[in-house]
């Protein structure tokens, strides 16, 4: 993996918590407001936050919202939000037209019906109020155990079988496969990364 960069302790002026930044968004920003209102009688406050513009400060009326859930309350909202989708209320699937736009954004290698297949498969992206937002897995401190550590081998594109995808929601997605020289590929949204 090589040498990991760090901002020195010194020269970090604040940490931005994602659960404890929501709250004070919710009385301005009604999207966000309708996020939680849907989730809210499965989901304890707790296990839900915002990062990305919002959680900086940073957002203006172009973006879209980064949603955090943590730990095993994530299943629970997407199964959630899957079912507001299907009642188209108060939140509906991403239009043609915004799945378009993100995968410009994406840059992907696949084919634009081949992401807009596994997009829609995992079911945790939709839109509230005419803005995209997107349903992000968190680890909750109890699901965090910790990992070994492999040779970064960089990129290379290969073919093999996924034998364990038990991380396949986290950030970067790690996936066990059934290769004779790599065991594990780390997937972040733009780029794959092999390990041994």
């Not at 079988?161 to 970067?172: E, H, L």
Request: glycine residues 8%.
């Amino acid at each position: 993996m090589g040498d990991v960069h760090i901002v020195p302790h010194d020269s970090v002026k604040q940490i931005l918590a994602p659960e404890k930044k929501l709250p004070s968004l919710l009385e301005n920003n009604s999207k966000l407001r309708t996020i939680v209102n849907t989730l809210e009688k499965a989901v304890p406050p707790g296990k839900m936050g915002v990062t990305g513009s919002l959680l900086a400060g940073l957002e203006n009326e172009t973006s879209d919202i980064d949603f955090i859930v943590y730990g095993r309350s994530w299943f629970t909202a997407r199964d959630i939000i899957g079912r507001a989708k299907k009642e188209k209320k108060p939140i509906t699937e991403i239009s043609g037209e915004m799945w378009h736009d993100i995968y410009k954004k994406r840059k992907p290698e696949l084919s634009f019906d081949e992401f807009l297949a596994h997009e829609i498969r995992k079911g945790n992206r939709g839109m509230v109020g005419g803005t995209y937002f997107d349903l992000l897995y968190v680890r909750d401190w109890e699901d965090i155990t910790p990992c070994k550590r492999g040779t970064d081998i960089g990129y290379e594109t290969i073919e093999a079988t996924v034998t364990n995808a038990d991380f396949a929601f986290d950030s970067p997605a790690i996936y066990k496969i059934d290769h004779p020289e790599i065991s594990y590929v780390l997937s972040y949204t733009i780029l794959m990364q092999a390990r041994h």
